[in-house]
């Protein structure tokens, strides 16, 4: 897997109808926080503006390729339906009758699968400090989409890609420190000698 690539969980419901193959599920949420990360991080409502009709998706159990494919959606057509409403991506796939999509239909039925992930690529993000000196990270864009998948349990990057950003954030958190401890001290220097050289 690409080491740029990134998975989220969304603890939102997969569900299929009885007697029916329609697997539908939400793989990410907008403004919803990311659980089992050591940050806060939310996707923002936008995030995903122009990003479907580029992208090459597809409908994977466990994120496993190898397994097969239940769905796909290319540029935005195919056996794979993916829309973008107010809560996030939703998607929506006829599981295929081979024995991955037997597979998984018995599993969610069982309550063995009930969550949802994507693999991503993020575009554009912004890292900042809380007053509990805790990080948040707001994902402004995404770059890619590449998979939605049914999981049997919450599932996220192994990447530390993401983790950059937020070094790169806390550098310039302790640059921007450092110059106003500066500013200061020559603030300070400047009105002990004004004092003196009236």
């Known amino acids: 897997m690409d080491d740029k690539r990134e998975i989220r969980n969304t603890s939102f419901q997969v569900i299929t109808e009885d007697e029916k193959r329609t697997v539908e599920g939400y793989a990410l949420l907008f403004d919803v926080k990311s659980d089992g990360l050591s940050f806060e991080e939310i996707i923002e409502r936008g995030a995903l503006d122009g990003v479907l009709a580029k992208s090459d998706v597809l409908a994977l ?46 599993n969610i039925r069982r309550g063995e699968v009930e969550e949802s992930s994507f693999a991503f690529t993020v575009g554009e993000d912004k890292w900042e400090k ?69």
């Open 61 to 106: 159990l466990n994120h496993n390729q190898g397994r097969g494919v239940l769905a796909r959606s290319k540029k935005g057509n195919g056996s794979l339906n993916l829309s973008v409403d107010s809560k996030g991506l939703k998607y929506r796939f006829d599981a295929p009758k081979t024995a991955l999509g037997d597979e998984l239909l018995e």
């Open 130 to 198: 809380k007053p509990d000196n805790t990080w948040k990270r707001t994902i402004v864009r995404i770059g890619e989409i590449f998979d939605v998948s049914p999981v049997y349990a919450a599932a996220y990057s192994k990447t530390s890609v993401y983790m950059r950003g937020k070094e790169d954030a806390e550098k310039a958190l302790r640059e921007q420190e450092e110059r106003e401890k500066e500013a200061e001290l020559s603030a300070y220097w400047e009105r002990i000698n004004n004092q003196f050289n009236f």
